[in-house]
């Protein structure tokens, strides 16, 4: 009897929009940051008040790749998402934040 009650939807918001360095296309690309929530409604047509986040990515405009947005930085100056950088302990290179081992001397942190 539930089942024919409630039904849910995942629904898909933009947040912002602006540029993305892509590793997929080489190359500057327009992109979309999108938060995805999940939400009821009784009767499949009268929206609840439950909404459950399901989750966000960065969409590239040109290939449509995913990239986490806990990788990036909105500059809202450029409208760029900038991939955050840290710097190896042992040789000080820069390294994207989506690697655990330094790109130059393999040190792992």
């Known amino acids: 009897m539930k089942r024919?009650?409630?039904?849910n939807r995942l629904r898909h918001h933009v947040v912002q929009d602006g540029q993305i360095e892509?590793?997929?296309c080489q190359s500057k690309?327009?992109?979309?940051?999108?938060?995805?929530?999940?939400?009821?409604?009784?009767?499949?047509?009268i929206p609840t008040k439950q909404v459950?986040?399901?989750?966000?990515?960065?969409?590239?405009?040109?290939c449509e790749d995913h990239f986490s947005p806990e990788s990036y930085s909105y500059n809202p100056s450029t409208g760029l998402f900038e991939l955050m950088l840290w710097d190896c302990p042992y040789?000080?290179?820069?390294?994207?934040?989506?690697?655990?081992?330094?790109?130059?001397?393999?040190?792992t942190l």
């Open 91 to 107: 040789c000080r290179h820069s390294n994207p934040s989506t690697r655990i081992r330094c790109v130059k001397c393999f040190q």
């Open 22 to 24: 892509c590793r997929r």
């Open 52 to 62: 459950v986040p399901v989750g966000e990515v960065i969409v590239c405009g040109s």
């Open 29 to 45: 690309q327009p992109c979309k940051h999108v938060r995805t929530v999940l939400t009821s409604f009784l009767f499949g047509v």
């Open 4 to 7: 024919l009650l409630f039904k």
